[in-house]
């Protein structure tokens, strides 16, 4: 065998071993049910519950946010972050999270915010005009 096939065999490997590394992270959105049932890593998309206290005290544990989530089924469950809070957390119109449910806890390693656009007054103004 060539070296060239050689090479071109690993690289196929090397291809085929990195799309089914991807496809593990290409989760669909849960709620906080299935959560609890499955006990495995899924993704939540919620909106922030702002009437509830964000928890974060960096001089005491820089690692550790807390806060509550509601779900697209209206169910509301603290969230754990195990990260530094986000920069704007309160100005998010949503919020994914990724992680599991731990003793009644939504526990989450990764936080996915979308913020309102910069661009939301100007376009606003320009429904009313026209």
Do not use: W
Request: with cysteine; hydrophobic share 40%; net charge neutral.
């Amino acid at each position: 065998m060539k070296k060239s096939h050689i090479v071109i065999f690993l690289m196929i490997v090397a291809g085929i071993a990195l799309l089914f590394s991807a496809t593990g992270d290409l989760s669909t959105y849960s709620t906080f049910a299935t959560a609890e049932d499955s006990g495995a890593r899924v993704k939540i998309a919620g909106e922030l519950v702002l009437e509830k206290d964000i928890i974060f005290d960096p001089l005491k544990d820089p690692n550790y946010t807390g806060f509550h989530l509601k779900d697209a089924d209206n169910r509301i469950k603290e969230v754990v972050l195990l990260k530094a809070k986000p920069q704007d957390f309160e100005l998010s119109e949503q919020v994914v999270v990724t992680g599991s449910m731990q003793q009644g806890k939504f526990v989450a390693n990764e936080v996915l915010t979308k913020c309102p656009s910069k661009y939301k007054d100007e376009e606003m103004a320009l429904r009313k005009q026209g």
